[in-house]
């Protein structure tokens, strides 16, 4: 399968490396299964906690209207499904897809009885071929692993197909900051002090966090993301970059008229 990614990178700090990244699903899958146990400690460990101000970033430019689903693909362990959870209004079931079981079994034992969360569905699916009809939820969301499915274009397809027209399309990932000065400190992080990190964390893997900085340096962001996603069949695509460029989130909007909550 066609990973749908050019095989020279576009960063260009770093020289140019032929060798194609390996994003066989076989791969990441057994990836993020070795990471699965302590991924959340060094998520927020490694971002220093900011990743949390992204994604409450990301449920801000949801818009959610009551009683029509929400779905989060590549949810990992689960935490921007419940903090869309906990942010949604009345009657809006959530919905987390991923396709390694260890994570989902992750994300699953943090859901809360009580909470928003206690009713979050969480689903192995890839996000090249997911299990759900065509226009059904009113937005579909991606953090931080829309660089990890194998096929990108593929996968923005399917998170268009499967939204409802009028509904929105979230894409929250890393890129690659401007700025003079900091963008040197960010490629050092990346390239030295986090794999680094990551490895005294995930012994079993010594991979992970090398994969990491390889896989957003060869991922397209800004511009060239929102074009595939205007591709895939979203229209007024617009983009922000969050923490000086080191994120980005990009939002689209599936053609048409979304239902009100009475019709949904």
Request: hydrophobic letters at 35%; a neutral charge.
């Amino acid at each position: 399968m066609s990973s749908g990614e050019p095989t020279l990178p576009v960063n260009r700090d770093q020289p140019f490396d032929r060798t194609p990244l390996d994003k066989s699903n076989e791969r990441v899958r057994e990836m993020f299964r070795q990471i699965a146990p302590k991924y959340d400690l060094m998520n927020h460990l490694l971002s220093m906690n900011i990743d949390k101000y992204w994604r409450r970033c990301a449920v801000k430019r949801l818009n959610l209207v009551p009683n029509i689903p929400v779905l989060d693909t590549c949810t990992g362990t689960g935490d921007l499904a419940m903090a869309i959870a906990r942010a949604a209004p009345s009657g809006v079931e959530v919905i987390g897809s991923d396709f390694c079981g260890a994570m989902l079994e992750i994300a699953r034992r943090k859901r809360e009885t009580g909470d928003a969360t206690e009713t979050i569905d969480y689903v192995e699916a890839d996000s090249q071929q997911l299990p759900f009809g065509s226009d059904l939820f009113q937005a579909v969301t991606v953090a931080f692993g829309l660089r990890n499915v194998a096929d990108t274009d593929r996968g923005l397809a399917e998170l268009t197909r499967v939204c409802k027209p009028g509904g929105k399309v979230i894409v929250l990932e890393f890129s690659r900051p401007r700025l003079p000065g900091l963008k040197q400190i960010y490629n050092g992080y990346f390239r030295y002090i986090l794999p680094k990190v990551g490895q005294w964390f995930a012994k079993n893997d010594k991979s992970a966090y090398s994969y990491l900085p390889d896989s957003v340096s060869r991922f397209p962001d800004g511009e060239a993301l929102a074009e595939r996603m205007r591709t895939a069949g979203l229209s007024d695509v617009q983009y922000k970059p969050l923490t000086f460029g080191v994120c980005t989130i990009y939002e689209g909007t599936k053609p048409g008229q979304l239902n009100s909550a009475a019709e949904a």
